[in-house]
DNA sequence: TGTTACGTACAGTTTTTTCTGAACAAACTT
DNA sequence: AAGTTTGTTCAGAAAAAACTGTACGTAACA
């Protein structure tokens, strides 16, 4: 049974290298706010040859098939990962969105935005508080902190604007006339 | 006591405004790699008039000195906050870095730079291991998949170096002649 | 030099998040 | 229509993270 040994030591060799990317990518996938847990699901999918079920992913992950059901939702919701069918097959089958640029892209822009959006408001809504208090309060003393806090959120504000337009610099793909893809295609 | 009872209500009432702001930072700070806590931890001395020493945060927090002081020093790695002098005070003063562009364009590069690197050293790595896979190999069936793995890898990594691009205009300051900050001033 | 004030390391506790298995509902098969 | 197969909901278990108080080292003060 030499070859055969031999055979099982390369596949475990693939498996490490595998593993070695689908390690990282679990380690900084948080930055995209999306579990370390579903970032290695996203490795294993990754990695695949043919799209996979839910019992696949169970099956090579160890784990539940309750958790790669939560997991890929959330990959799937961050277009991440998309459902495929093929004919025959009852199971829902999912492979990685191929093209980097837009699953990762996508995922920063709306995670990004999302956020932006609701500091802002917040912002703006606590200016307005803010106003409403120096209108009503008889103390000077209050009426000071107010305008101050009020000249420091207008900074605050101003930053977010500026996200704002970067992000979407991103959005409407104005980015790579200023950062072109690199492709080796 | 009728006065006082009003200023005690405007207080509060300015309070409250605070928090409205500070809860939504927290919410989102996590994008930046920093916990909500300390995220609450900035609001408390972004809107605070003075410097702040451990005891007035932990006073202001409601929470324990230990907990101030790891969550500054992760604002302080972050540069979100700074150490400041007083003569005649012992204790260590924080102040927030004024600059909003400064300190959360900076948090941000950090971020994406340290995690896009080590993502990229991962895709490297890997690589290599594949590539030795193959040279190594005497199945035909694994010298296939690791070059499958191989091309994949390499689409990835197209996506990394343009990352790198992206986050260089960050760093470079460039960005800014791309979108102008917003200055009212 | 002795004393006090201050910040942080560490171990234990509490809180939050993640993961699992059982039960369920919808869709397919026969 | 009855019986499978498949994905998801939900409550509880396990794991991880955040928080606290005590104890300690260092620096300022007297």
Redesign the pocket.
């Known amino acids: 049974m030499r070859s055969n040994d031999n055979y099982s030591k390369d596949s475990t060799k693939l498996d490490e290298a595998r593993n070695r990317f689908i390690s990282e990518i679990a380690k900084n996938i948080h930055l995209y706010n999306i579990?370390?847990?579903a970032g290695r699901l996203y490795g294993t999918v990754f990695f695949s040859k043919e799209p996979m079920?839910?019992?696949d992913m169970s099956k090579a992950m160890?784990?539940?098939?309750?958790?790669m059901?939560?997991?890929?939702?959330s990959l799937l919701d961050a277009h991440m990962v998309e459902r495929v069918w093929e004919r025959g097959i009852?199971?829902?089958l999912y492979k990685v969105e191929g093209d980097w640029y837009k699953s990762f892209s996508n995922v920063f822009i709306n995670r990004w935005k999302n956020a932006t959006e609701l500091n802002m408001s917040a912002i703006q809504e606590t200016k307005e508080l803010l106003h409403e208090l120096i209108q009503e309060t008889e103390y000077e003393e209050i009426r000071n902190e107010a305008k101050e806090d009020l000249e420091k959120l207008t900074e605050a504000e101003d930053y977010y604007y500026w996200l704002i337009d970067v992000i979407a610099l991103f959005e409407t793909g104005k980015i790579f006339d200023i950062v072109p893809k690199r492709s080796r295609k």
């Open positions: 579990t370390p847990s079920t839910l019992d160890a784990m539940s098939k309750t958790s059901s939560t997991g890929i939702r009852r199971k829902d």
